[in-house]
């Protein structure tokens, strides 16, 4: 490095080295120009000085100095590392690992080479040359403990468990007989750990745990060895040992479900699905009337005996449990107890359960069977659970009686706004929902939950600039917006990508959903620091956890919606695209003269604004500058509304790129398949529509829009022209085989599947929608057919057993879509206003309705209490607070 160089020179390249690597680039800057002075060609300074100034954010200068460079040298290794190292620098990982494996070409054995090549390796999960680096690595520093574990490591990534286990065995047989000194024992610890994990992995459990007994002394992790312990005498069948080491284990924390999952495990009583025998269900209750009098003080105790009682019993356990609860006035009761809603018959005894109560409160004071008055603001706690059991139950006029009352009890509790807001969004009024989350907000304007819930249900309310000052009450000063993306808040980009698609926006909602998709990425990236951190503090356990996760990552829900969104845009894009300047001239000239006049003024002022605006903004970021002293790191968004987003050449090209990974990352989700139908539909892709289909059919076949897409494929298939050329051929003998495969097609035509899945699913509002839409599509002279089909559909008011969602119930959004179905899909728009006027009184809260009760009624009481002001605009003041709901209400 630097050999060809005087000896001056050459010291002054070492110090370009150290000044890189300490962080202090003007300083190697320097030292490099002193070197280029005499020598101007020389490779490796000039690619030095390029990778110093891409520190400096100087990009296009350090790359155009390190080709220089490359090009004078290209037999230097340091000119090849350089650039991969710049490469690494802009992610550009494959280039890099083509610049690392050139370098080593020069210098097969340049350890910093070999070194980053493998981190490379192993965040693009090229496992097998991992495997060849690390043991590269390993075989020229054999000493150094961070290669033994690395090339382990590399092994077990690479599906070789057992030649790990023998690598880690080869690496303590060079350890002393008293190794590990006292500040090591930690990170040789973690290391066994490890290495029995391993061994059970490998299925060696035998082995396994007489290497943990064996090392016991050695593993300064107590907690980690008992539960390491206890899954592996549960694995051998060792289930008496495990059982008292279980029982050991809930002494020291009784309130984890793990470990009373392992115990139930080892005494034979666990079930996966919930179902349990009479015999099962007596011993479960005679263990944990045991341990409830060892546990006194756990929850757990007393709270999963109710996952499994029934009848009396668990009505007797649910008492005793809730009791002390509501006394103490725990808000998150009834998300404690919501899983029980699931289990047929339990949310009935709750309700009775729940209601007694409130009764003997509001006539005695006091518990049935108490002498003991309790303290008032238990009746208001009790009145909340019975407003969010109700909601539940889609019970919404007694849920927002129920919590009104609470309310008029005692109304300085913020958790009560808070639920009347959620059970107002839940019928329909989005726009109260708002309101009463703002009123919540303001009773407390140092809590960022509650401001964030304000927040959330603002956006659900399409008031994204109100939605935004009220979020920014939260952030740093200055550039407020992207402080939001910067802290990746990905519920707000989500909500605010809904709320502009609702609107229409498609530039700002896809803008919101490829940052979410940018924050994945940014995720993804974060891993790299760790390939070499955790292998030398020596967390290898978290570490191939951590990996695992990195994996997966892209199947979390937050990554699925923003992908859904970005496809949703795009595919109204396709449907709707957006006009061309053509035709905007060929409109214009319609116009009249006045009007054309009055349009340019328009479109120059707000061009000036804009423009005045980015003036300003630049200008106080300059002042910013120079008060700070420091650079401008951030540069100013060229394109703040998404415009050139939607400047794409073909739609359903960019939505195919984000339906590739859904279906690779999220192939058990129905949404995925519904897009895929959708976007292959629209490409005339029909093979690719069949596997779609099939997929919907496998998941859900009971599915409304899996109904949908089965028969208007087979509807569209029908319609095609008589193949011709030989690939048609072979598409049409596709559909042909795997027609008989649907066993709802099997011997029957379209029609009569579509009548068979009606008298499946009659009492089911969103069925009879779906059959309605495919009777339309089938015989479009049968329209007044479907039109009656929807108008006789009928639906209760309350829920008739414990179980959640029966398909009489109706719910708002499935009657927005009807509505929408009649209007635009069957164009009938009497029949659209009658559902309409229906659909009003059966939701009177409903916005989208106009019922009685909501916000969009002038004469609501809500509108009564909330009256706008005559002029106000929606302003969040200094303090936080909301100085006018004047937006808040539809006109």
């Not at 009337?289 to 009505?315: H, M, N, Y």
């Not at 008989?740 to 035509?749: I, M, R, V």
């Not at 029609?751 to 059959?771: G, I, P, Q, Y």
């Amino acid at each position: 490095m630097g050999a060809s160089l005087p000896a001056k020179e050459a010291n002054l390249f070492k110090l370009i080295v150290k000044s890189y690597e300490t962080k202090q680039y003007k300083k190697g800057l320097k030292a490099a120009d002193a070197i280029l002075k005499k020598f101007p060609d020389h490779g490796e300074t000039l690619s030095m000085k390029g990778l110093t100034l891409n520190c400096m954010d100087r990009k296009s200068e350090a790359y155009e100095l390190v080709r220089l460079g490359l090009k004078n040298d290209l037999k230097s290794h340091v000119c090849w590392h350089v650039y991969g190292l710049l490469y690494r620098s802009d992610r550009e990982y494959r280039e890099a690992i083509k610049c690392y494996r050139n370098a080593l070409r020069i210098d097969p054995d340049n350890i910093e080479i070999l070194r980053d090549l493998s981190l490379l390796q192993a965040q693009m999960r090229d496992l097998e040359g991992f495997v060849e680096t690390r043991q590269q690595l390993l075989t020229l520093k054999p000493n150094h403990r961070m290669n033994w574990i690395g090339f382990a490591v590399s092994q077990h990534l690479n599906s070789n468990g057992p030649k790990a286990v023998d690598i880690l065995q080869a690496y303590e047989g060079t350890l002393e007989d008293d190794y590990p000194p006292d500040n090591e024992r930690i990170e040789h610890g973690e290391m066994l750990l490890y290495k029995i994990s391993l061994l059970e992995e490998c299925g060696l459990l035998e082995r396994a745990l007489d290497e943990l007994h064996k090392k016991e002394h050695k593993i300064v992790d107590t907690l980690s060895y008992k539960e390491q312990e206890a899954s592996l005498l549960e694995k051998l069948g060792r289930f008496s040992e495990g059982e008292e080491l279980y029982m050991k284990l809930l002494s020291e924390n009784p309130d984890n479900y793990g470990y009373h999952k392992g115990l139930q495990r080892c005494m034979g009583l666990y079930s996966a699905n919930g179902q349990y025998t009479f015999d099962e269900i007596a011993r479960l209750e005679s263990l944990y009337a045991s341990l409830s009098k060892q546990l006194t003080r756990s929850s757990a105790v007393k709270r999963i005996p109710l996952d499994f009682l029934s009848d009396e019993r668990f009505r007797s356990a649910a008492e005793n449990y809730v009791r002390p609860f509501l006394t103490k006035g725990v808000p998150s009761l009834f998300s404690d107890l919501s899983p029980l809603y699931n289990h047929p018959g339990k949310a009935d005894i709750l309700e009775q359960l729940i209601t007694e109560l409130e009764n003997a409160i509001k006539t005695t004071g006091a518990y049935p069977g108490r002498v003991d008055k309790e303290p008032p603001s238990t009746l208001m706690w009790i009145l909340f659970y019975l407003a969010q059991h109700y909601d539940r139950r889609c019970q919404y006029d007694v849920a927002l009686k129920k919590i009104e009352e609470a309310i008029e009890h005692t109304p300085t509790v913020i958790d009560l706004y808070s639920v009347k807001s959620r059970i107002l969004k839940h019928v329909g009024d989005p726009v109260a929902a708002a309101a009463l989350a703002d009123e919540a907000r303001c009773m407390d304007l140092a809590d960022r939950y509650v401001n964030s819930e304000c927040v959330k249900r603002m956006l659900q309310a399409d008031q994204v600039a109100l939605a935004e000052k009220t979020a920014v009450l939260f952030t740093k000063d200055g550039e407020q917006h992207s402080n939001l993306h910067d802290m990746q808040c990905m519920w707000y980009e989500l909500q605010s990508g809904e709320s502009y698609l609702r609107q229409g926006d498609l530039g700002r909602a896809l803008k919101k959903f490829l940052a979410v998709e940018k924050h994945y990425a940014d995720i993804t990236e974060d891993q790299f620091d760790f390939h070499s951190y955790c292998l030398r503090k020596m967390t290898l356990r978290p570490y191939l956890d951590m990996l695992k996760f990195q994996d997966r990552l892209h199947s979390h829900p937050y990554f699925r919606k923003a992908a859904e969104g970005v496809i949703r845009c795009y595919l109204k894009l396709y449907d709707s695209p957006p006009k061309s300047f053509a035709e905007e001239d060929e409109e214009m000239s319609k116009m009249a003269p006045s009007q054309k006049k009055k349009l340019r003024q328009k479109q120059r002022k707000a061009e000036a604004r804009a423009k005045k605006e980015a003036e300003v903004k630049e200008e106080s970021n300059a002042t910013a500058v120079q008060k700070s002293g420091k650079k401008q790191v951030k540069p100013v968004d060229p394109d703040p509304h998404g415009e050139k987003l939607l400047q794409v050449e073909d739609p359903l090209v960019e939505a195919t790129k984000y339906l590739k990974l859904l279906q690779k990352h999220s192939s058990d989700s129905l949404q995925t398949h519904l897009f895929s139908f959708e976007v292959n539909m629209r490409k005339k892709k029909i093979l690719l529509a069949l596997q779609a289909v099939k997929h919907l059919v496998r998941l859900d076949a009971d599915e409304p829009d899996v109904h949908r897409c089965l028969i208007k494929f087979f509807h569209k298939v029908s319609s095609m022209p008589s193949p011709i050329t030989d690939a048609e051929k072979l598409i049409w003998g596709v559909l042909e085989a795997e027609r008989p495969a649907f066993s709802q097609l099997h011997e029957k035509s379209l029609t009569e599947a579509n009548s068979m899945f009606l008298e499946k699913h009659r009492d089911s509002l969103r069925h009879r929608a779906a059959v309605a839409e495919m009777i339309f599509v089938l015989e479009p002279h049968k329209k007044q057919e479907a039109i009656n089909l929807i108008e006789e559909s009928s639906g209760d008011l309350s829920l008739s057993n414990g179980a959640v969602g029966p398909n009489r119930v109706w719910r708002p959004k499935d009657c927005i879509a009807v509505h929408k179905l009649l209007g635009s899909i069957l164009d009938a728009r009497d029949a659209a206003s009658r559902w309409k006027a229906r659909c009003a009184e059966y939701f009177p809260h409903s916005t989208y309705f106009e019922g009685r009760c909501s916000s969009a009624v002038s004469n609501s009481s809500y509108y009564q209490s909330h009256k706008p002001s005559e002029n106000g605009n929606p302003t969040v003041s200094s303090n936080g607070k909301l100085d006018s709901l004047k937006d808040l209400v539809i006109q």
